[in-house]
């Protein structure tokens, strides 16, 4: 059986699976140890079929592949390749979203609607479009080809730079990694890291970098401002986590995956009367929707849809025997799910043309067809409740309420600026003392570290100590699920400034902001802070700091390029696999400071690594001359005194 994880509901239900001869990904990774030191360190090349190579990390044996690529090269090109990967997956998404747009304004996608009209005028404005006279499907027609255009656009440099403080853009244009388009920096990613192509590791990187770039200020942040468009932007809502949502008595249906086009047509369909009808006649009290993974955050956000679980915990929801359907797209769905799904009633549906799943049925979507294909999913679903065997049920009673919905736009209000919208009151609380800084703690689980406990360790250490936490994606979920996610958490966990702050405003002291792609609104809220004013000219001044504790995806990897390059200091809980490499790592961990204003930082330990940060915040604040915290505390590298 798979070691204890860390979490006491995962444990009990991995000691189901066991006892079933259930594999899942705590016993498939155990199986992996001891993982290869060479993939570990990033210095195995298989980009040709010269390899694979490997380079002896040691320097007893080879230093050298077979056409002649060291160290370096190698460790750099691996990289820029991963940052290339999670950099397309999020772009993709932006991409389908700008296409759902595109075909509502043109009447193909009637089951679509425009939710928030200002920021659908707002967003045209920002592309170059005029809106004088044009009704909104017109605006979403033109917008939506617009962005489109963007995707394939070869030179110039992508439009929602702009919203960057000057320095920064000045910064990326001098360095020659301001993006041009989408679709080529991340094609160009892959084609300069062929074999014999670029060697040169921190030329290499030049191409990572621009990847990445092209995700933050341009394919994410198209997903986050679209999904705002078409589905709502969120405003703060109360709601609940972990996998005590499921219902004994409803057909219980999980969305699983990325992109909200289906999901939040779901949500809509699930409360038809024919499908609630025909849920009561199939013997359930009703339907229970609720998510996995980003869709998760996507719902919650928007709908108030709780969330049953992280990406860790989406076999474990089969193993609780209670859930009729899960229905997937695009990312951070594990192939394993059939296998699970085998021991169980449960139906997996996949959706996505971009992804199938051996031993799934899939029921492709498209957006015309949007309502009558969530229908038709829906009812599979429902159908299969008088299928449940009750004997296998398993439900854990643990859940958890949290807080989530914060934006950019809406975080204004929250902080107390009702009567004139503005970051003032925030920064202003920096300026004070009274919140030290702000961090923004993201990313995936992984079987490496306890089930998010890295997640929810770091948080607590870094409000305790007056910093305002943002959070997305499962590192959002982690930390609900310890109890951080609620305005009552900071009579509990934050320090003394911090928790007048969340006295006076009622927000929790972690600020839940959605989904992966979501984290460009830490982005905009960067840029926000900075054009208030008394907390820096740029993006690199502020006192900020990012960290991914858990990471396992390359689209955590681009994030967290993308926010280096903006000038913050990231810290990954495990390594980048550059370690190979000294050059390599000793320029993205410090070299690279003095010419992006951020760096890479790897810490394993949570609470060392949250200290990382609080050092970090607090060389920006004296670099600011900043007034002397409020609640006075002196952090040195590994404590704190009180
Ligand atoms: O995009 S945090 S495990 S679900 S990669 Fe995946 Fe990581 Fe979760 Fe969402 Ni993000």
Known sequence: MAKPTGNPINDQLLEIAAQNNISTIWDRFMEQEPHCGFGTLGVCCKICNLGPCRIDPFGEGAQKGACGADADTISARNLARNTAGGAACHSDHGRDLARTLLEMGRGHAKDYSIK?????????????????GKNELKIAEELGERILKEYGQQEGELTLIKRAPKKQQEIWRKTNVSPRGIDIEVVQAMSRTHIGCDNEYKHVLEAAIRASLVDGWGGSMIATELSDILFGSPEPIRAEINLGVLKEDEVNILLHGHEPVLSDIIVTASQDKEIQELARKNGAKGINLSGICCTAAEVLMRHGVP??????QQ?????????????????????????????????????????????????????EKAMEIAKKILRIAVENYKNRNRSKVNIPKEKMTLVAGF??????????????????????????GRIRGVAGVVGCDNPKNESGMCHADMVRELIKNDVLVVQTGCSGGACAKAGLLTPESAFKFAGEGLREICETVGIPPVLHTGSCVDNTRILTACCEMVKEGGIGNSIDELPVAGAAPEWMSEKAIAIGWYFVTSGLLVVLGTPLRVLGSKNVTKYICNEIEPIYGGKWAFEGDPIKAAHLMIAHIDKKREALKLKPLMYAKICSDDKLIP
């Open 315 to 367: 076999e474990l929801a089969i193993v609780t025997g209670a859930v009729e359907a899960m229905i997937v797209d695009i990312q951070c769905i594990m192939p394993s799910l059939p296998e699970v799904a085998k021991h169980y009633h449960t139906k997996l549906i996949s959706t996505s043309p971009k992804a199938k799943f051996a031993g799934m049925e899939h029921i492709e979507f498209h957006e």
């Open 116 to 132: 928030d009209p200002v920021k659908l005028k707002k967003l045209a404005i920002e592309f170059g479009l005029s809106i004088t």
């Open 407 to 432: 934006t950019m736009e809406n975080i204004f209000y929250n902080l107390g600026g009702s009567f004139r919208p503005s970051y003032r009151p925030l920064n202003d609380a920096i300026i004070s």
């Open 307 to 312: 969330m049953a679980g992280n990406f860790l």
